[in-house]
């Protein structure tokens, strides 16, 4: 009898498998072929560290609109998920404005997200690649991370790894209308402006002051510590290394876009299918 359980993890060990063969393909790949040489973005500190906190402003201010309006417009849709994913667009429209126009100052001075020129095709087709080779390091690495904190507690370290309510949030989802909305905000917007702040703002930056492994390290140590779950810490962490390896390999920013935005999909897809099984959440 086919179960919710049986079907994810049938669909679990399927796209392992086809992830190991991808991840041979890509160590294949790199032994023959250089990165991209992407450029730093060498803007002044106090310009970077400006752009930073505008954007934070800008999201706060954002996410209080959005709140106001849908209170105003819809006192009944107030609620999860409508005012979570209005203040979630909120914010990010402030920032994605912001980013546009940091963009265009520094055009002259050949920053560029995409250099190498990637078609939106072209940028989806690696990005999924990418993604499932990263599937084998991402799952063996999360099980391995679980495992030891699991083993700390029982020294009596006191750590406590509490699941993310979202996980718990999206089985209370009732309709499609409410599904898509998620989808809308976790599985396409959310990658959009993650990848375009850490990868294509802070990566960059950083590229230009320190080593590139640094500068890899520093931005994905952020990008894991901005999501505040200590369960998925370390994998969090490796996928945000990967993500920024994706963009070096190939020089456009649609390939980890596209690559987070696979990522995020599926976990939503195995919490749709059976969430007692998921023990991740959305990046």
């Given at each position: 009898m086919l179960t919710p359980e049986l079907i994810a993890s049938t669909y679990t060990l399927l796209l392992l498998l086809a992830g190991c063969v991808c991840l041979v393909q890509d160590i294949q790949q790199q032994r023959r072929y250089k990165d991209f040489a992407l450029e730093p973005w060498k803007a002044r500190l106090f310009d970077f560290a400006a752009f930073f906190v505008g954007m934070f402003a800008l999201q706060m201010v954002g996410q209080s609109v959005a709140q106001l309006i849908i209170e105003a417009v819809s006192p009944d849709a107030?609620?999860?998920?409508?005012?979570?994913?209005?203040?979630?667009?909120?914010?990010?429209?402030?920032v994605l404005v912001l980013y546009a126009f940091v963009l265009r100052t520094y055009a002259a001075q050949g920053l560029s997200l995409n250099p190498a020129k990637l078609s939106p095709l072209a940028?989806?087709?690696?990005?999924?690649?990418?993604?499932?080779?990263?599937?084998?390091?991402?799952?063996?690495?999360?099980?391995?991370?679980?495992?030891?904190?699991?083993?700390?507690?029982?020294?009596?370290?006191?750590?406590?790894?509490?699941?993310?309510?979202?996980?718990?949030?999206?089985?209370?989802?009732?309709?499609w209308e409410e599904w898509a909305l998620v989808v809308l905000m976790a599985g396409i917007v959310a990658p959009v402006v993650e990848e375009l702040v850490f990868r294509g703002a802070l990566y960059r930056f950083l590229k230009g002051?320190?080593?590139?492994?640094?500068?890899?390290?520093?931005?994905?140590?952020?990008?894991?510590?901005?999501?505040?779950?200590?369960?998925?810490?370390?994998?969090?962490?490796?996928?945000?290394?990967?993500?920024?390896?994706?963009?070096?390999?190939?020089?456009?920013i649609l390939v980890p876009i596209c690559f987070h935005a696979c990522f995020n999909l599926n976990?939503?897809?195995?919490?749709?299918?059976?969430?007692?099984?998921?023990?991740?959440?959305?990046?």
């Open positions: 107030a609620h999860w998920p409508y005012r979570t994913v209005a203040q979630f667009m909120g914010a990010q429209l402030g940028g989806l087709k690696a990005g999924a690649f990418f993604f499932l080779a990263a599937l084998p390091l991402m799952t063996f690495t999360s099980l391995g991370w679980q495992s030891l904190l699991g083993w700390l507690r029982k020294q009596g370290w006191g750590i406590e790894t509490p699941h993310q309510p979202l996980v718990e949030q999206l089985t209370a989802l009732k309709g002051r320190l080593h590139p492994l640094l500068a890899l390290t520093g931005s994905s140590f952020f990008f894991a510590l901005m999501h505040l779950n200590l369960l998925q810490f370390v994998p969090l962490f490796l996928l945000a290394m990967l993500l920024g390896r994706a963009y070096e390999r190939t020089g456009s976990t939503l897809l195995l919490i749709s299918i059976a969430p007692q099984i998921v023990q991740t959440s959305p990046a």
